[in-house]
T-cell receptor
Framework: DQQVKQNSPSLSVQEGRISILNCDYTNSMFDYFLWYKKYPAEGPTFLISISSIKDKNEDGRFTVFLNKSAKHLSLHIVPSQPGDSAVYFCAAFGGATNKLIFGTGTLLAVQP | KAGVTQTPRYLIKTRGQQVTLSCSPISGHRSVSWYQQTPGQGLQFLFEYFSETQRNKGNFPGRFSGRQFSNSRSEMNVSTLELGDSALYLC????????????FGAGTRLSVL
């Protein structure tokens, strides 16, 4: 049972345009969400997070939006740069399990 | 500050063997978590250790075990290896728990033949 879903395995965007990565979750008890970025042959690195009491968090070119009623979050990257090309994982925390649950990842390719 | 260090980076084993992976967390971090990454499955949580105690466990068989030492270093052991255990095993450390930002090592790539 995949509680955190990233339905787009890959996304291709032109340099300078907006990248939008989407994530859906099923457990309404999740109260904290994170995005990680992973380059090949490296471990994931933390990008940005959001608490369920907020609906938006911004850090430079990266903004995460949370829609609790739809159980949906998205990561916006503006403007996209070739160095942003990586696999992006969303993750959720909360509920009884006390575990961080990851999605399956979306491979973002930013074309120069 | 040194990051999370995982050794070895690559391992090749055969079915039925056992393997031990090592993880040195960031200095001062007391929580160490282990994840298995396979294509199409994302990162699957294996277990979390905090102050030498297993605090949380994922849905993996008992062949997967771990421990944490007093210096917070952690080891993960997989016994009676199966072909399906081939994966990237990632270790992550954080100050006090998985809700905090976790810092990942580069992983150990295990291939079971």
């Amino acid at each position: 049972d995949q509680q955190v879903k990233q339905n787009s395995p890959s996304l291709s965007v032109q340099e300078g345009r907006i990248s939008i990565l989407n994530c859906d979750y099923t457990n309404s008890m999740f109260d904290y969400f994170l995005w990680y970025k992973k380059y090949p042959a490296e471990g994931p690195t933390f990008l940005i997070s959001i608490s369920s009491i907020k609906d938006k968090n911004e850090d430079g070119r990266f903004t995460v939006f949370l829609n609790k009623s739809a159980k949906h979050l998205s990561l916006h990257i503006v403007p996209s740069q070739p160095g942003d090309s990586a696999v992006y994982f969303c993750a959720a925390f909360g509920g009884a399990t006390n575990k961080l649950i990851f999605g399956t990842g979306t491979l973002l390719a930013v074309q120069p | 500050k040194a990051g999370v260090t995982q050794t070895p980076r690559y391992l090749i084993k055969t079915r039925g063997q056992q393997v031990t992976l090592s993880c040195s967390p960031i200095s001062g971090h007391r929580s160490v978590s282990w994840y298995q990454q396979t294509p199409g499955q994302g990162l699957q949580f294996l277990f979390e250790y905090f102050s030498e105690t297993q605090r949380n466990k994922g849905n993996f068989p008992g062949r997967f075990s771990g421990r944490q030492f007093s210096n917070s270093r952690s080891e993960m052991n997989v016994s009676t290896l199966e072909l399906g255990d081939s994966a990237l095993y990632l270790c992550a450390s954080s100050l006090v728990g998985t809700k905090n930002i976790q810092y990942f090592g580069a992983g150990t790539r295990l291939s079971v033949l």
